[in-house]
Each structure stands twice: as C-alpha cells, then as structure tokens.
Nanobody, 123 residues
Framework: QLQVVESGGGLVQPGGSLTLSCVAS????????IGWFRQAPGKEREAVSC????????QYADSVKGRFTISRDNAKNTVYLQMNNLKPEDTATYYC????????????????WGQGTQVTVSS
C-alpha cells in the first residue's frame, strides 16, 4: 500500500530551523511528484514546496523562497523540507503528499497524503 509519513515538527523560536522528513513506502519517490503542503487553523491549505519526479525540479511558494529547501534522498526513499529563518506565520500542520500524474504543486492533483506534523513558531 502506498503511504507517506511525515516527521520532524516541533516548537521553535522565530528565526530557528527545522527539518521535516517524508518517508515513502510502497513506491519510489523519484517516480512521483512529492509536495509539502501546510494548513493553519482557520486557513486554507497551501502548497509550500514540491519536487518533480523525473528531473527533480523544485518549486516554492513565494512566502518561503530563500528560507525553505526541498530535497530528495533516493537511497532512503525520503523527501526532506529544510526550513530556515522560521516565522510565526509558518505555524501550521505540514503534510507530505505524492502523485503520479503530471501535476506539480497543485494540492487537488495529489492522491496520497500523510497525517501531518505540527510546526509551531513562537517566542
């Protein structure tokens, strides 16, 4: 069964860093588009960053460009989201998702979702 499991969330101060991990099972990550999405209470879900299956091309939301980095370790079948210079507005539940279709960073196109990991940025 195809699954993704997120981990690495926690409580950090503004300006701090966290690395989120998305471990895939039942499929090979380099053959799927993998995306990181987040949702804060009372707000709609938004795409944070995605990595494309074929060539590893990445995409970032404007709000996280220069601060977040998505990467893929094929040997570990894991996708990471390195988050630096965190801001209070980054507080949300972060989800990892995967899709086999050509969609890149459209949440409605993603089929397989993890349960989420909480990131809280507060002083």
């Amino acid at each position: 069964q195809l699954q993704v499991v997120e981990s690495g969330g926690g409580l950090v101060q503004p300006g701090g860093s966290l690395t989120l991990s998305c471990v895939a099972s039942g499929f090979i990550v380099e053959l799927y588009n993998i995306g990181w999405f987040r949702q804060a209470p009372g707000k709609e879900r938004e795409a944070v960053s995605c990595i494309r299956n074929a060539n590893g091309r990445t995409q970032y939301a404007d709000s996280v460009k220069g601060r977040f980095t998505i990467s893929r370790d094929n040997a570990k079948n894991t996708v990471y989201l390195q988050m630096n210079n965190l801001k209070p507005e980054d507080t949300a539940t972060y989800y990892c998702a995967a899709t086999v279709v050509a969609a890149f960073c459209r949440d409605t196109e993603y089929e397989y979702w993890g349960q989420g990991t909480q990131v809280t940025v507060s002083s």
